[in-house]
Structure formats: structure tokens, C-alpha cells
Nanobody, 114 residues
């Protein structure tokens, strides 16, 4: 059974940065495209960044040029560097495979507020 554990969230002022990390166990990690998702209060969960097994990346328009997704296959981790954070980035952030088909972890809360 695949397990994901997200970490790195917190409270940050607008314009600040955070780096999220996700550790995956129970899967052939290197063979899976991975994604970071977020869910804000009252909204549906959305995919904000993805990285293929070969390292190709895609971003939602709302985070393009501010967020960077990366992976370390040796450690079975995927990270999300978030810069120039805005209040609208406030959400619970989750990682999962590119299709969101694994069970969901608890996520990590990101709050952007002054």
C-alpha cells in the first residue's frame, strides 16, 4: 500500500517562500509521475504542479514562474519550492501520483497572511 507523508507547511507573509517535501513509500517511485495538489477552504482539490518520471514539469497558470517541483528518486521524495507567495496560495497541500489515484495523506497547511 502506497503511503505519502507531506511536510514543510507553515505561516508565511505575502512575498515569502516555503519548501514542501513529500516522502513516498510502497511504490516504484521512480516509475511514477508525481504531483502536488492543493485544496483551499470551500474549493475543490486542484493539481498545481506535476513532474514526470523523466523529470518533465508542468504547472498551473496560477503558480507558474513562482513554484518549482523537483524529485529525488533515490530518496523517493518530491518537493515543491514556493516563492513569491500570495494569500490565494493558502490551502492544504498534498502530494500524490500524477493522476491522484493513491490514497491521500494528511497534507500540510500553508497559510499566507500578514
Amino acid at each position: 500500500q502506497v503511503q505519502v507523508v507531506e511536510s514543510g507547511g507553515g505561516l508565511v507573509q505575502p512575498g515569502g517562500s516555503l519548501r514542501l517535501s513529500c516522502v513516498v513509500s510502497g511504490s516504484r517511485f521512480s516509475m511514477n509521475g508525481m504531483g502536488w495538489y492543493r485544496q483551499a477552504p470551500g474549493k475543490q482539490r486542484e493539481l498545481v504542479a506535476s513532474i514526470g518520471s523523466g523529470g518533465s514539469t508542468n504547472y498551473a497558470d496560477s503558480v507558474k514562474d513562482r513554484f518549482t517541483i523537483s524529485r529525488d528518486n533515490a530518496k523517493s521524495t518530491v518537493e515543491l519550492q514556493m516563492n513569491s507567495l500570495k494569500p490565494e496560495d493558502t490551502a492544504v497541500y498534498y502530494c500524490n501520483n500524477r493522476y491522484g489515484s493513491w490514497g491521500w495523506g494528511q497534507g500540510t497547511q500553508v497559510t499566507v497572511s500578514s
